[in-house]
């Protein structure tokens, strides 16, 4: 055995007695006993409550209606005390049918429905049951979500689709309500208003009205994703919402306060949904595999779809002039559908001076726009709620709702037209007439003479991109709202904005329709954006509206991207310093142009962050641009004869 010298038997020994110190500790602990236990208080949460609702003017019923593929949608029914042969307003929507229903804890129906997508005063004056119902995948419903879920086809080869489930849920409504006598309108807001159209396909004999507002319809030609290819980055917060989660309570996080610097930051837009995980949600990974219009857009546009199938229900189109998400739509299905209305009694178009859904709120003003009235109530008391009376009540007077009622800006009048697009009720016409850019900024009805400078130029630099608004761009609330009724002055003083306008008019000017953009137009690069803007310069001074003094108000505008100039679906790269036409259709305007005021356009090649840069370099997908594809160009407008640019004017022609 190894010796242990002194100081490892002290060691050993403070071992040995710590050792038994701690048993004998041990040893004095008493026994585990059983826990004490005492008795306890009744909870004072029922197992279930009753809610007490014998002062509530209408009664609400939660139910889950099955679909013939036996998912189950979330559908809150609210019916008026009293009801009886009461007509149904049915909503279906993405945007959870709860909070739709209950924007105010009150015992009446009116504070109960108030806020987006409820026409309140309508609803609740015409005794209308309201029946609010959550799509497949969303919220209280069963089932897989698909944003725009496309109608059963090629791009859906399942059983069922939106048409389906509209007319699923109208039969279930007929047989399980029996306050109602039967009849069903639909209507909705925006991708609501998408659902409303696809109630016209295949529909229910019970469905007898249908008002699609502001309507999702082509979400690459001038809807929520694209216009003419260039890519909306700014929806990307609403694709984020709308997908991450089934309740939509995943928000958007930024990392800036100014819009303007977060998108430029992360470069691409395929980078920024990158940062944010987009890539995890399905929509997001068929917009970056279909940046083109190809057949994945063509077949689901759903003005495509109903020109092809013959219109049973009357539906009234309602477009907004200053709609900032779906200025698009409306008036596309008013095209494919109006020339087979060969009786002139099932198709039926209103176009307001709003923003996107501003018809069921205060229509009075808009942004610095002054209306003289509240154009949106006048819109729910003379024309929606008689319409809708005449289809779905039993009884109801013939309804007095002109085919086409369109309000006039400028002169802040409505108009009860014919047809669209008309000047006016009878005996005038509109003639699509040319406004040439000219030298020195000019703009006239003269084409260009020779002699005069054949061109303007801007150098269009990625790096310092044109914002749509001015700076910061916050775009939330009423700046997004307003953004397209913004004061353009801001735009026209940059040196990257070419500006042309008219001398004084002297006399009133009337358009109608779609001014057309027909730009010839050069680029340094292999690839460019064109924005086209058509203004109301007001005069230096406004006598009883100071404020408006020189305002630059936009009646028109829109965007093109140049690799689609020769195919929409086959991008290719332009040929440097090359004139080429580009020509695009700019949304539909109701507008008088006043004596003393100026028309404008301007033109430029960024409008960010509502729009994704154009690197300027042709790259096979601009979602995945690097920074060293983003580089400045000179791009060239050209105004001489033989390469005039102009925009051509629905021009109201009296006889």
């Known amino acids: 055995m190894k010796r242990i010298d002194r100081a490892g038997r002290r060691m050993l020994l403070g071992l040995v007695l710590g050792a038994m110190l701690f048993a004998g500790a041990a040893a004095a602990q008493p026994a585990p006993t059983a826990p004490v236990t005492y008795p306890g208080l009744p909870s004072e949460i029922p197992a279930s409550f009753a809610a007490a609702t014998g002062t509530f003017d ?28 009461a007509p149904m307003l049915l909503t279906r929507t993405p945007y959870d049918a709860t909070a739709m229903t209950t924007r105010a804890h009150s015992a009446r129906l009116g504070p109960a429905l108030s806020g987006y997508d409820n026409a309140t005063d309508v609803i609740v004056e015409g005794g209308y049951i309201r029946v609010v119902q959550d799509i497949r995948g969303k919220h209280g419903s069963e ?78 030609m001038g809807d929520d994703w694209f216009h003419n290819g260039a890519f909306r980055e700014q929806n990307l917060p609403y694709i984020y919402d709308q997908e991450a989660t089934r309740d939509s309570k995943a928000e958007w996080w930024t990392d800036c306060y100014d819009d303007y610097d977060t998108f430029m930051q992360a470069g691409s837009a395929g980078e920024l949904g990158r940062r944010h995980g987009l890539e995890q949600v399905g929509f997001w990974r068929k917009l970056l595999a279909h940046p083109s219009y190809d057949a994945f857009w063509r077949d689901q546009a ?68 002054r209306f003289g009235s509240d154009t949106a109530l006048y819109f729910r008391q003379h024309i929606v709620r008689p319409f809708l009376d005449h289809y779905l009540k039993d009884g109801a007077p013939e309804a007095d709702v002109a085919p086409v009622e369109a309000f006039e800006t400028g002169t802040n009048v409505w108009r009860r037209l014919p047809v669209w697009p008309a000047g006016c009720a009878s005996g005038c016409s509109i003639k699509a007439t040319p406004l040439y850019l000219a030298a020195g900024g000019k703009l006239g009805f003269a084409p260009p003479t020779p002699g005069e400078a054949p061109f303007d130029e801007y150098v269009s630099d990625p790096a310092k991109p044109v914002p749509f608004i001015p700076r910061p761009v916050r775009a939330s609330g009423s700046t997004w709202a307003d953004w397209l009724v913004t004061d353009q002055r801001e735009a026209s003083g940059r040196t990257d904005v070419l500006t042309f306008v008219t001398d004084v008019l002297r006399e009133p000017m009337k358009i109608a329709g779609q001014p057309v953009a027909n730009l010839v137009a050069s680029t340094s690069g292999t690839d460019s954006d064109w924005v086209v803007k058509v203004i109301d310069v007001y005069p230096d001074e406004v006598a009883d509206e100071p404020a408006m ?48 005021h100026r028309i404008m356009v301007q033109v430029q090649s960024s409008w960010f962050p509502l729009y994704d840069r154009n690197p300027q370099t042709f790259v096979p997908n601009i979602f995945w641009a690097k920074p060293e594809d983003y580089r400045k160009a000179v791009q060239r407008i050209y105004h001489a004869p033989g390469q005039a640019s102009f925009v051509e004017l629905p021009l109201l022609v009296r006889p």
């Open 549 to 596: 003094g020189g305002y630059q108000l936009m009646i028109s505008a829109d965007i093109f991207r140049g690799r689609y100039r020769a195919s929409l679906e086959r991008p290719a790269p332009l040929a440097p310093g090359q004139p080429l036409l580009y020509r695009f259709a700019l949304p539909t305007t109701n507008h008088v142009f006043l004596p003393g």
């Open 302 to 369: 759903m003005d495509r779809v109903l020109a092809a199938q013959p219109l049973t229900v009357p539906v009234m189109l309602v477009d907004s002039l200053w709609d900032q998400e779906d200025i698009y739509g409306a008036m596309a299905v008013y095209r494919a559908i109006a020339a087979n209305d060969t009786g002139h009694d099932k198709v039926f178009l209103v176009l307001g001076p709003w923003h996107h859904g501003q018809e069921i709120r205060d229509g009075s003003t808009l942004g610095a726009l």
């Open 143 to 220: 089932g897989d979500y698909v944003m725009n879920r496309p109608l059963r086809g090629p791009l859906n080869p399942t059983p069922v689709d939106e048409a389906t489930d509209t007319y699923d849920t109208i039969d279930w409504l007929v047989k399980n309500v029996p306050e109602s006598n039967g009849r069903v309108g639909i209507l909705g807001i925006s991708y609501d208003g998408y659902l409303a159209l696809t109630a016209l396909v295949g529909p229910h004999p019970a469905l007898k009205v249908a008002v699609p507002m502001n309507p999702m319809v082509d979400g690459w």
């Open 58 to 85: 209408y009664v609400r019923r939660d139910v889950m209606i099955p679909m013939r593929d036996s998912v189950r949608l979330h559908t809150v029914i609210l019916v008026p005390k009293g009801a009886t042969r």
